[in-house]
């Protein structure tokens, strides 16, 4: 996919049906925490929120995946945390690359000196992302989300500014 084809903007309150649809998708709720019955309402209030900055990245004006950056309060509001989900049909094309190194200009910005995420041990495309962005596994966290039936360990990854 061409970097022209993509366009990444701060989220609008529009965008909110189309990322639910794709949060909801069984190629993204197997590696995410979100569930069938989210509304589009609570996307958008996940997503677009006081604590939070999200961006969209878009093919032919539609909404193919997000990257939401939330800071922290207190003691920790030198940090934040990211979560991000990419359209099935324009995974491995570079979108997630994309977003992520805008999500980590946006934290430069804001003079953040940490960004953490949690994912899945078996989420070997998107450890692979972190990794080559220069983030770190820094421990693992046993059963700590469900899928299905099951519960997944967690790798806490994080990258240092
Ligand atoms: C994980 C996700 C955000 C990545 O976005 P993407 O647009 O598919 O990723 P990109 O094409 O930009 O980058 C893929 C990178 O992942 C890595 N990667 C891909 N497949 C991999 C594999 N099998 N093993 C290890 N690393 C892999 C590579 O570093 C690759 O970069 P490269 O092509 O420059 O070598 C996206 O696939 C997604 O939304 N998946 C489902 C939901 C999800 O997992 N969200 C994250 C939860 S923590």
Sequence with gaps: ?????????????????????????????????????LTTAQTRKRLMNPDSESIVALVENTPVGVARLTKFHG????????????SKDFQSKGIGTTLLNKVIQIAKKKKLKRVQLGVNVDNKKAIGLYKKMGFKIEGKLKKDSQRGNKLIDNYCMAKLF
């Design 75 to 86: 003691r920790r509001n030198h940090s934040g945390e990211i979560v991000m989900f990419i």
């Design 1 to 37: 996919m061409q970097k022209n084809e993509i366009k990444i903007r701060t989220m609008k309150k529009d965008d909110a049906q189309d990322l639910r649809n794709i949060w909801i998708s069984p190629e993204v709720t197997k590696y995410t925490l979100s569930r069938p019955n």
